[in-house]
């Protein structure tokens, strides 16, 4: 009889389908010895609904004690069956991993087979099929697999009981090494030629050897923790030590039952360490004294003598700088019947503040607020509502991201070099009072809903228009200026929110909902969790609608709620990357104008994080209205 106690030996079926009949009523027969205990029986029926049929299949395969190959025409026939079963059986059955048991369920030519010198069943290797009593057949088999079944639990708890006295010899020798607190070198060899003469496993004799110091490695931590104290009170009061640091340190000592000459042992070092402690502190002072001293000394002489011509350097840099950048403004924004004018704006950069411990810990981030300044005219567009275009100057950007941007994808390769010539943006998004005004003047092509919004507010941004109504609101807007007006290019917009700048976002690494509106709090969609923030930048708010525009910093370049708020649309058809983008700054046109995707750039109040980046490019349905999306639009310079 089988000891129960042990885990049943795990049978693995290989079969073909076409004998499953065959192969079901082997299961029943084989009912009983798992009802003892004795066996755990697995085919492929038995995969549960979504896993992986063939991981399946080789796990139980790999792991079977029993494995038994259902011989018939169709398994031979089975190319799965044959090519992989088969070579796995036989395998493991050589390398003593398993006991592989052939069942010839139907008279097939099997006798050259690679389990043909395998002990085969039922008696005499008689197909099931040609018995006369299938019953008699299978309970023959049935009684076959429980002899072998016995024979495998018997040498499993033979090897067991080998083991364990392996194991309880190597421990007596290693407790025998260890009574001094340490196993030596050579005690050490001599245990690992007594680990390989028991053919025990390095796991195995590691844990040995580590229970048999723990007594000694528990005394040596309660002994460290007594120098702890002993140190900490030293550091707190000097030597010697008051009576209550001394009463704690003697009831310490008690309980854990720490040696006397040890704790003599350790006073004596800790006398000795605090006078050479006490003797390095004050030479240390004494020489940080004269070194600051002769520092500041030398530091005041410098700075005196440096100051007031870095000061006068200074002053005329500054003068400089401010003098060239508003003879460019002037320059680059000077177009026939425009006249610009400056503005003052508030700007911000997030930096770094602190990561922790060894930069091991989470950053934070500081706001930096400053002021900027540059050009800017107004377009008026009636009833006191007016449209403001900031002049944006000319120069030369890497457009797209970097492969190690976080949270990048691969529609923002390859990065490339893009020559932007100047040109007028729209300060804001279009917001609403201004849609509604150009939505008033005579139609060009198509009609325009003249409050499409699904959040009012009439300096919100206008949302709910597709890519069309924009062009047609540009259209409109040209027709009643005499000027040029148009969405702009996706290199114009990545180059007026960039301004400059590489990372991310213009205002650095990361971004914070106290610059931008977006969804700053985690989303759970369908099981997969978004983040609220990007990188190791903070979590924030989710404002779940737009903002007036303008409620947050403006970029360097004097523009605002490029980052979040509404999603923009730009010229250009949608490309799945970048191979082939023109390098003038000019819009990336689609050979059929029907083809319907049209770019949008910089996220929304609804977007995650990481749609918000500079490089962020999405698209959707030129007729396509959300909203989440909007547009601003520019002006190209020198045309009337």
């Given at each position: 009889?089988?000891?129960?106690?042990?885990?049943?030996?795990?049978?693995?079926?290989?079969?073909?389908?076409?004998?499953?009949?065959?192969?079901?009523?082997?299961?029943?027969?084989?009912?009983?010895?798992?009802?003892?205990?004795?066996?755990?029986?697995?085919?492929?029926?038995?995969?549960?609904?979504?896993?992986?049929?063939?991981?399946?299949?080789?796990?139980?395969?790999n792991t079977a004690d029993i494995i038994l190959l259902l011989v018939s025409s169709d398994f031979i026939f089975s190319k799965y069956c044959w090519d992989v079963e088969v070579t796995k059986a036989i395998e493991r059955h050589v390398n003593?991993?398993?006991?592989?048991?052939?069942?010839?369920?139907?008279?097939?030519?099997?006798?050259?087979?690679?389990?043909?010198?395998?002990?085969?069943l039922p008696r005499?290797?008689?197909?099931?099929?040609?018995?006369?009593?299938?019953?008699?057949?299978?309970?023959?088999?049935?009684?076959?697999?429980?002899?072998?079944?016995?024979?495998?639990?018997?040498?499993?708890?033979?090897?067991r009981v080998s083991r364990e006295a392996a194991i309880a010899e190597y421990r007596s020798k290693a407790e025998g090494f260890a009574s001094d607190g340490e196993i030596s070198l050579v005690e050490s060899d001599i245990l690992k030629d007594l680990q390989e003469?028991?053919?025990?496993?390095?796991?195995?004799?590691?844990?040995?050897?580590?229970?048999?110091?723990?007594?000694?490695?528990?005394?040596?931590?309660?002994?460290?923790?007594?120098?702890?104290?002993?140190?900490?009170?030293?550091d707190e009061q000097g030597h010697p030590l008051d009576e209550k640091a001394e009463a704690q340190l003697e009831t310490?000592?008690?309980?854990?039952?720490?040696?006397?000459?040890?704790?003599?042992?350790?006073k004596k070092e800790q006398a000795i360490e605090y006078q050479k402690r006490q003797a390095e502190i004050l030479q240390q002072q004494a020489e940080r004294l004269r070194q600051e001293y002769l520092e500041q000394e030398r530091a005041e002489n410098k700075r005196q003598q440096a100051e007031k011509l870095r000061l006068e350097q200074e002053t005329a840099e500054n003068k400089?700088?401010?003098?060239?950048?508003?003879?460019?403004?002037?320059?680059?924004?000077?177009?026939?019947?425009?006249?610009?004018?400056?503005?003052?704006?508030?700007?911000?950069?997030?930096?770094?503040?602190?990561?922790?411990?060894?930069?091991?810990?989470?950053?934070?981030?500081?706001i930096n607020r400053s002021r900027g300044r540059a050009e800017f005219f107004t377009e008026n567009l009636g009833n006191g509502v007016v449209l403001e275009m900031v002049a944006i100057p000319g120069g030369k950007f890497l457009m797209g991201s970097p492969e190690s941007e976080p949270?990048?994808?691969?529609?923002?390769?390859?990065?490339?070099?893009?020559?932007?010539?100047?040109?007028?943006?729209?300060?804001?998004?279009?917001?609403?009072?201004?849609?509604?005004?150009?939505?008033?003047?005579?139609?060009?092509?198509?009609?325009?809903?003249?409050?499409?919004?699904?959040?009012?507010?009439?300096?919100?941004?206008?949302?709910?228009?597709?890519?069309?109504?924009?062009i047609e609101f540009c259209a409109r807007l040209s027709k009643k200026t005499e000027k040029t007006y148009r969405l702009p290019s996706e290199a114009e917009w990545e180059y007026a929110c960039r301004t400059g700048t590489t990372t991310p976002f213009y205002f650095g690494e990361t971004i914070t909902t106290d610059l931008a509106n977006y969804q700053g709090t985690d989303w759970d969609y369908n099981g997969t969790v978004y983040p609220g923030n990007y990188a190791q930048g903070p979590k924030g708010e989710y404002r779940n609608q737009t903002t007036d525009v303008g409620k947050f910093p403006a970029n360097p370049f004097g523009l605002f709620d490029m980052h979040g708020n509404i999603w923009e649309w730009c010229q250009d058809g949608w490309h799945e990357n970048?191979?082939?983008?023109?390098?003038?700054?000019?819009?990336?046109?689609?050979?059929?104008?029907?083809?319907?995707?049209?770019?949008?750039?910089?996220?929304?109040?609804?977007?995650?994080?990481?749609?918000?980046?500079?490089?962020?490019?999405?698209?959707?349905?030129?007729?396509?209205?959300?909203?989440?999306v909007g547009f601003r639009v520019v002006l190209v310079r020198g045309r009337t």
């Open positions: 009889m089988a000891d129960v106690s042990l885990e049943p030996l795990k049978v693995f079926c290989s079969y073909s389908h076409n004998d499953e009949p065959l192969k079901d009523e082997l299961a029943k027969h084989l009912t009983m010895l798992e009802r003892q205990g004795i066996t755990s029986t697995w085919h492929d029926r038995k995969i549960p609904p979504g896993k992986e049929w063939d991981q399946q299949i080789n796990e139980n395969l003593g991993e398993a006991c592989v048991i052939p069942i010839i369920l139907r008279n097939v030519f099997w006798q050259d087979a690679p389990f043909a010198k395998l002990q085969a005499n290797a008689l197909p099931i099929k040609s018995w006369s009593n299938q019953d008699d057949a299978f309970t023959n088999v049935a009684q076959g697999i429980k002899f072998a079944a016995e024979q495998l639990i018997k040498e499993r708890e033979q090897k003469k028991l053919k025990l496993t390095d796991q195995e004799a590691s844990a040995v050897r580590e229970k048999a110091l723990e007594p000694y490695g528990i005394y040596k931590k309660n002994l460290d923790k007594y120098k702890q104290y002993l140190t900490r009170f030293v310490f000592q008690k309980y854990y039952l720490l040696k006397d000459e040890d704790v003599v042992r350790l400089r700088r401010e003098a060239e950048l508003q003879e460019r403004l002037k320059r680059e924004s000077s177009s026939p019947g425009i006249q610009t004018r400056p503005f003052e704006f508030d700007t911000a950069t997030l930096t770094p503040k602190s990561a922790g411990f060894l930069g091991m810990g989470k950053k934070t981030y500081e949270e990048r994808v691969s529609w923002e390769s390859p990065q490339h070099q893009v020559t932007i010539q100047p040109f007028f943006m729209g300060k804001f998004t279009v917001t609403q009072s201004q849609w509604k005004a150009v939505a008033a003047l005579p139609k060009v092509n198509i009609d325009l809903n003249p409050e499409p919004s699904n959040f009012k507010g009439a300096n919100r941004p206008v949302e709910q228009v597709s890519w069309d109504d924009a970048y191979n082939g983008a023109p390098k003038d700054g000019s819009a990336w046109l689609v050979d059929n104008d029907n083809q319907n995707n049209r770019l949008l750039r910089g996220g929304s109040w609804a977007s995650a994080p990481r749609n918000a980046r500079s490089a962020c490019r999405g698209y959707d349905a030129r007729d396509g209205r959300n909203s989440g």
